[in-house]
């Protein structure tokens, strides 16, 4: 069964940082890019950009090249997600899921700023 | 960035019956390979979205025949038959032809 588990909720700080992960299961991790997705409160969905694990190559929507900066270690299947010099616009729920089609969704990790 | 217009933003129904929502692409989403990648999802209170049709009109895996996709081009339609209790929710249309990819603001379906 194809699993994608996110890590906890993160609380952080105006301008700091934070790390989300994303641990795949149930497939061969090199074979899927992974998606980034966030939704802020209340609101629609929000494509940020991909990694495809196996190269390590990215591609990012332009308003979040400055912002998120996406990785993965296959040595554990971990896609991850840092999000840099955090605003109150980055409160919001990230998802992961599989391309192409946004197949499977990990369950999201709420990101809230405040100082 | 190719704009996705969905309408109806709400739609109320009756157990039983039978829906229809749009999703329209400011854009031609066919891709240069010839596949068109339109999908459609569905966010269930506290959930994440689950995909339910992807290239227009082929159902996910596990997904009921109650749900159909259709459309070509720029113009897409969601169909919900005898609608459940569990259908419930936000629909959303998505686009992965073109980048960046990008969601229709979704359509809420509740309760009559």
């Known amino acids: 069964e194809v699993q994608l588990q996110q890590s906890g909720p993160e609380v952080g700080r105006p301008g700091s940082s934070v790390k989300i992960s994303c641990k795949a299961s149930?497939?061969?991790?090199?074979?899927?890019?992974m998606n980034w997705v966030k939704q802020s409160p209340g609101q629609g969905l929000e494509w940020i950009g991909w990694?495809?694990?196996?190269?390590?190559?990215?591609d990012y929507a332009e308003k979040f090249k400055k912002k998120a900066t996406l990785t993965a270690d296959t040595s554990s299947n971990t896609a991850y997600i840092q999000l840099s010099s955090l605003t109150s616009e980055d409160t919001a729920t990230y998802f992961c899921?599989?391309?192409?089609?946004?197949?499977?969704w990990g369950q999201g990790v709420m990101v809230t700023v405040s100082s | 960035d190719v704009v996705m217009t969905q309408t109806p933003v709400s739609l109320s129904v009756s157990l039983g019956g039978q829906v229809s929502i749009s999703c329209r692409s400011s854009?031609?989403?066919?891709?240069?390979?010839?596949?068109?990648?339109l999908s459609w999802y569905l966010q269930k209170p506290g959930q994440s979205p689950q995909l339910l049709i992807y290239?227009?009109?082929n159902r996910f895996s596990g997904i009921s025949d109650r749900f159909s996709g259709s459309g070509s081009g720029t113009d897409f339609t969601l169909k919900i038959s005898r609608v459940e209790p569990d259908d419930l929710g936000v629909y959303y249309c998505?686009?992965?032809?073109?980048?960046?990819?990008?969601f229709g603001a979704g359509t809420k379906l509740e309760l009559k």
């Open positions: 899921a599989r391309r192409p089609y946004f197949d499977y």
């Open positions: 149930g497939y061969t991790f090199t074979d899927y890019v």
């Open positions: 990694i495809d694990p196996e190269y390590g190559s990215t």
């Open positions: 854009q031609s989403l066919v891709h240069n390979n010839g596949n068109t990648y």
């Open positions: 290239k227009v009109s």
């Open positions: 998505g686009q992965g032809t073109q980048y960046p990819n990008t």
